[in-house]
């Protein structure tokens, strides 16, 4: 897989890196930003932050590249549907960034796609109706017939929005509305693995196509 991939990967899907790997590449960083100064190492390794584990040290061996190829080769081996690659709709190449909305290579801007920005906080399913993802609206207008991106949260599909509901909370003696977007095109094990990543802390993009 070329470098720019790779750092991609890295960059924006570390969650999906084992213990292990997250703190060789911790070690891997404070052993850098500590390289020349002492006193500044000291502290990384005082912290933990760079290890004398074998478990860990042993990771990087064979180069800092290899590492990191590694943990992308096993990722895409084990859990490809969770890595987004947010590519360009028109030419089809990488995006800077998962949010990026605009092509650096040709151009195009696929802003006009987006409707509106949802900040999912819980998801619930009621029994006999529709599975819901409860949260606020950050920006633009949600109607019936549009459509969740799911993506950037590991799930490589664009459900449905078909049926929007109010749900009053109460925390520390506040109350408030959240708004409870229905769909049925999630399938249980969709649903557990969104349950399994809360607190949720990318906005999803509401689209329409």
Request: proline content about 3%.
């Amino acid at each position: 897989m070329d470098q720019e991939t790779t750092d991609y990967i890295i960059n924006y899907f570390g969650n999906l890196m084992t213990k292990n790997e997250k703190l060789a590449l911790k070690h891997q960083m404070s052993s850098f930003k500590s390289n020349e100064n002492p006193q500044f190492r000291k502290i990384m390794i005082d912290k933990g932050w760079i290890s004398s584990n074998p478990e860990i040290t042993n990771l990087l061996e064979n180069s800092y590249e290899v590492f990191k190829q590694n943990i992308v080769t096993r990722v895409m081996t084990e859990t490809p549907e969770k890595v987004f690659f947010n590519n360009c709709p028109k030419c089809d190449k990488l995006a800077r960034t998962p949010h990026a909305k605009q092509c650096r290579f040709c151009g195009y801007s696929w802003h006009h796609l987006i409707v509106a920005q949802f900040k999912l906080n819980d998801t619930i399913q009621i029994t006999g109706r529709q599975f819901f993802l409860i949260g606020q609206i950050i920006e633009g207008e949600i109607r019936e017939g549009q459509r969740i991106d799911l993506r950037i949260l590991g799930l490589n599909k664009k459900i449905k929005i078909e049926s929007i509901e109010f749900a009053l909370k109460h925390q520390d003696e506040k109350v408030w509305e959240d708004i409870s977007l229905g769909t049925n095109e999630l399938t249980e094990q969709d649903k557990e693995y969104l349950k399994s990543i809360h607190p949720f802390k990318e906005s999803l993009d509401i689209i329409i196509e």
